[in-house]
């Protein structure tokens, strides 16, 4: 089944201890996304990436990293998390980078809370 | 600020009614994206209609778009509780080249009563 898949799905951790959420699609996509989602501001993106070694800041990137060693993971770092990123957040990808002509398939999400 | 704008924010029907969302935007664009989003689950892709298009149906969904009102639809006929989610808009805007990204809208909350 062609899906995208993160983990941890809810972490509760502390401010300051590094974490990773991971992402694995499983359809070659070249293209790769994170997003957080959070009430009344909707979906804003924080990173992206075109293809494997290729990144790229997105609307929101203070505080985050991203690697894309291999095609199919995508994993987003929070060396030193702060309150401010407790928020729900998304991996998605798409075939390519040319998101004004084909969907984007997302991961069912991570909540994550920042104490 | 946000490329698109959905309207309204929520919305209560009872099943087998007709729900329409609006989404509005503001700078022109190629294609335009509907999608639903289950409570606690990822997005999903519902339809895309290009800027050329006027109407584009899908099941019980029909999208309507107004390039002249930069503004587009979402019609579900004959709702189903199971069509309670929230349902968003993106709409894309030119990063350089022939990249795009898409910016999603807030979204519109459906609800739908059995």
């Known amino acids: 089944e062609a899906q995208v898949t993160q983990n941890p799905r809810y972490l509760i951790t502390v401010t300051g201890k590094k974490l990773t959420v991971t992402c694995s699609q499983n359809?070659?996509?070249?293209?790769m996304s994170w997003y957080r989602q959070d009430p009344g501001l909707g979906l804003r993106q924080i990173y992206y990436s075109m293809n494997v070694e290729v990144t790229d800041k997105g609307d929101v990137p203070e505080g985050y990293k991203v690697s894309r060693k291999e095609k199919r993971n995508f994993p987003l770092i929070l060396e030193s998390p702060s309150p401010n990123q407790t928020s729900l957040y998304f991996c998605a990808s798409s075939r390519t980078g040319d998101l004004s002509n084909q969907p984007q398939h997302f991961g069912d999400g991570t909540r994550l809370s920042i104490l | 600020s946000q490329q698109g704008e959905e309207d309204p924010q929520a919305l209560s029907i009872q099943e087998g009614e007709n729900a329409t969302m609006n989404c509005s935007y503001k700078?022109?664009?190629?294609?335009l994206q509907w999608y639903r989003q289950n409570s606690g689950r990822g997005l999903v892709h519902l339809i895309l209609i290009r800027s050329n298009e006027r109407e584009k149906h899908s099941g019980r969904l029909r999208v309507t778009l107004d390039t002249s009102k930069k503004s587009s639809s979402l019609l579900i006929t004959a709702s189903r509780a199971a069509d309670t989610a929230s349902y968003f808009c993106a709409t894309d805007r030119n990063s350089g080249g022939s990249n795009y990204k898409l910016t999603f809208g807030k979204g519109t909350l459906l609800t739908v009563n059995p």
């Open positions: 359809m070659n996509h070249e293209y």
């Open positions: 700078t022109s664009i190629n294609n």
